[in-house]
């Protein structure tokens, strides 16, 4: 047992991404320099990669040659999240994220720049215009190049 334990817990030297373009499936591999055990979520952004754990928030952004550019803190407690083709990267918090310490997963919703710096934050925004909290972001979508549509307790709609 002690073996299994030590197995599960020993992070991957590095992370295998299978993806489709059309009809052509492609393989790629990054290499796991800070000892990542899960990868939560991969998504394709500037000319690279997005790889993100939903818990921790840590988000390492590579290149097209699957070469580590920068690491980023999104915050803990990641449900959602989607890059757009102007470089912003768009995070939904469940309620851990939320209610679970300071981090900036508070906010409900975070929009970033291509660096990592919040450029919207839904909990300031939702304060302002007098709309609901996001206890947990259950769906995070685009549905077109100007608009944003989630699901919370309360459906809400951007356009």
Not at 68 to 87: F, K, P, Q
């Amino acid at each position: 047992m002690d073996a299994m334990i030590q197995w599960t817990d020993t992070p991957p030297k590095r992370h295998h991404l299978i993806y489709w373009e059309g009809a052509t499936t492609r393989q790629i591999t990054f290499e796991n320099p800070q000892g990542l055990t899960t990868t939560s979520f991969a998504q394709k952004f500037d000319d690279g990669w997005l790889i993100v754990a939903a818990r921790g928030g840590l988000a390492r952004v590579f290149d097209n040659q699957q070469k580590l550019v920068r690491s980023l803190d999104l915050s803990d407690g990641i449900e959602h999240v989607n890059t757009t083709a102007e470089g912003h990267i768009w995070v939904g918090y469940f309620d851990e994220g939320v209610y679970g310490g300071s981090g900036i997963g508070s906010e409900g919703l975070v929009c970033f720049d291509a660096a990592g710096r919040p450029i919207f934050k839904y909990a300031e925004f939702a304060e302002k215009e007098k709309l609901p909290h996001i206890d947990d972001c259950y769906s995070l979508m685009f549905p077109g190049r100007r608009s944003i549509s989630l699901i919370t307790q309360t459906f809400l709609w951007f356009g």
